[in-house]
């Protein structure tokens, strides 16, 4: 009995935060989606991604470009040389020189340009990389909000429970204190038992409700006590499988990153052996000397000229690095091919769930009818006096596994369909 009147006490406080609340801000599920993509450290993460990719670009950009660099020192020797001075001096005591000197690359073996489509390519992987993060996110999101209205309808079905096995207690009370019988004292003793279990149920659904509020709240950092709303009923795509597949290869975002994963790949390969041919820039500058004592080769000079660089023996290294390059590259294609099939068996598993669970739902749905309607008839009949205690206990408890059931596999359905989206890659672009 203690358990049963700690369990009540618990619903009707619970029940108490829910009026208390009715007036306060309430949240729908895209507000926690909301949440949960401005505070996530894995969406923050991501995002910063795209902004070092978009600085390699930068980077990139800038090896395209002339190059100013200049140099100044000066330098003090212990004596001149010849030592005894002369016009034809060329070691004075004390010497400064500056100049500027202008590079700008005339050829590069592509390795330049390849580098630069390498940052874009590279950019538009930490986007699709950005876009899949958040999708995982909202995924993780609907399952948690759907796992808090789960919870909230399994504390209230328990308490309806509670509150039928404590009403039966009290007609089983009345009729053993009328006819004390050992068959009635019976059934007394098993309808005390049978509202301690039901207590038990609703101290076990409040404790699931508490965790499922504080998943919530660590994936949204929304307060743990926000009330959450039901929000629509989820739409699931009309197309079939064979279209589900394909939509899946043309939107989903880790596929189009593991494409453009290739195509860096292949760029590289590029990239690797231009390192290696022969380089061309343009030069030109200016150089100031001055020296104490004067030395005649003291004044500015303009120069200008090409500069070839020719790698003539090197080892072997262009082979070796080029043969690297080439293996990333199949590598890249082998991840591309598992990843494809790997997203068909995908959007086939979720497919297949979403139907399973539907099928699930109406039968659980006739279920919980038929189990309401008994559950009715014999507690009509008991008060009759035309059923027995034992046809209330089994009535009551068909009725409420049927409660739960309906519950669980009604929001099951809603997270199957969020799970098929996501499979396609369009969670949360349905409507766009």
């Not at 500058?285 to 000079?301: F, N």
């Not at 507690?379 to 206990?393: C, D, K, N, Q, R």
């Not at 409420?400 to 949360?428: D, M």
Request: with cysteine.
């Amino acid at each position: 009995m203690k358990i049963a009147q700690i369990a009540t006490g618990l619903l009707i406080a619970a029940l108490g935060v829910t009026t208390a609340f009715c007036d306060e801000k309430q949240y729908a599920l895209q507000d926690a989606y909301a949440a949960a993509l401005a505070t996530s450290e894995n969406i923050k993460i991501a995002e910063e991604g795209v902004v070092q990719a978009d600085s390699r670009i930068d980077q990139a950009r800038t090896y395209l470009l002339p190059r100013l660099t200049g140099n100044a020192g000066n330098t003090w020797y212990n004596k001149t040389l010849p030592p005894e001075g002369g016009a034809f001096l060329f070691q004075p005591r004390d010497q400064f020189q500056a100049g500027l000197v202008l590079t700008q690359p005339l050829y590069t073996g592509g390795r330049t340009l390849a580098a630069f489509r390498t940052a874009r390519t590279l950019l538009e992987m930490s986007r699709k990389q950005l876009t899949t993060a958040q999708q995982d996110m909202l995924l993780n999101v609907a399952a948690a909000y759907f796992e808090v209205l789960k919870a909230q309808k399994l504390l209230e079905v328990s308490g309806d429970s509670l509150s039928r096995m404590e009403q039966y207690k009290k007609v089983t009370e009345r009729v053993a204190s009328t006819r004390r019988t050992k068959a009635n004292i019976s059934d007394l003793l098993r309808a005390k038992t049978l509202v301690s279990q039901a207590a038990i149920s609703v101290v076990s659904a409040r404790d699931r409700l508490r965790i499922a509020r504080r998943m919530l709240s660590m994936l949204t950092r929304l307060p743990e006590d926000a009330i959450v709303v039901e929000p629509p009923a989820q739409a699931q795509p009309a197309e079939n499988l064979e279209r589900l597949k394909a939509l899946a290869l043309e939107y989903r975002d880790d596929f189009a990153g593991a494409r453009l994963n290739r195509k860096a790949a292949e760029q590289n390969i590029t990239l690797v052996r231009g390192s290696h041919y022969p380089q061309v820039s343009a030069e030109g500058g200016v150089r100031y000397q001055d020296s104490r004592p004067a030395m005649i080769t003291d004044e500015t000079v303009y120069y200008g000229g090409i500069r070839l660089l020719v790698p003539i023996f090197e080892g072997g290294l262009m082979k070796a690095e080029v043969a690297e390059a080439r293996s990333k590259l199949r590598q890249a294609e082998y991840a591309t091919e598992l990843l494809r099939r790997n997203i068909d068996t995908e959007v086939y598993e979720m497919s297949v769930n979403l139907e399973t669970v539907t099928s699930v739902l109406e039968s659980t749905r006739l279920q919980y009818a038929d189990a309401k309607e008994n559950f009715e008839t014999v507690t009509y009949l008991f008060g009759e006096g035309l059923a027995s205690s034992l046809m209330v206990i089994d009535a009551q408890q068909a009725l409420f596994l049927a409660e739960r059931e309906l519950v669980n596999v009604t929001y099951e359905r809603q997270v199957a369909i969020l799970r098929l989206w996501k499979s396609i890659g369009l969670l949360g672009k349905e409507t766009q």
